[in-house]
């Protein structure tokens, strides 16, 4: 009987612990929950009452802020567990907030950060999947707004682009089989075959805009000559895969993202 009271006192004990640590726990990360800014680095964290992080920096585009990469993790014993990641580059679409990118543009990772409060309004991250780096990242808290947590929609993904160039002498039916192949691929939305010519005007409008006398000395030589490529979009979700194959054709010489 006495060791029976034993037991249940240890249990008593061992419950009381582990509910006393998890309510530190949940109070600690409490003080987390809002808005912090990096001055160094230019990223912004969003952290929600649920825990559910956001990471994710900004850059101008028509006079508009809008999104050029992102993270979107969760808060747990001081530690941020990042497992999906967005980057902008070469996406046709631009988006001014996290949750508002498409799901299927989240690539799947796995960072860890350790997450430290150095007083009421400043904490540091460390990120511990790369123990080659061990620097720190300072965030300021600039509001402490409780934000509901939205994940990103399940409208339908955005589409990427890349260019191919061709292999040096790579024959025009060599080139057209490329195309076919790469159209028949999943996750390609259309190839478009760009010729030399239609690279040259691209380019002229690009970076001589209305100074028509600047590429005056090229009107009888295509500087791009044997420029030709194929335009790609794409879904990002078949990019690895898909840029594999392509790299693994005797016909590509480049790819540019």
Known sequence: MKKKRIIICIGIILLFSVGVYYFLVSSQQKKYIG??????TGQIIQIFEDNTVFLYQTTSVDDQEKIFFAKIGKLDKGKITFSQKYDAQGCLNTY???????EDDFLSILNV???ELQEKDVFTITDVTNSDNDA?????????????NKFPNSKEASDYKATVFFSENTSKEQKNNLK???EAM???VSVTYISSDEMWNQFKEQYYDEDDDSAEGFKSDNPLSNSDCLEIVYKIKYEETLFSKLEESEEVGRINK
């Open 96 to 102: 001014v907030s996290v949750d508002e990118i498409p």
């Open 35 to 40: 808005v912090w800014s990096s001055q160094n």
């Open 136 to 148: 720190k990242t300072f965030f300021q808290k600039i509001s402490d707004k409780k934000m509901k």
């Open 180 to 182: 076919e192949k790469i």
């Open 113 to 115: 950060y350790s997450i």
């Open 186 to 188: 999943d996750g390609v």
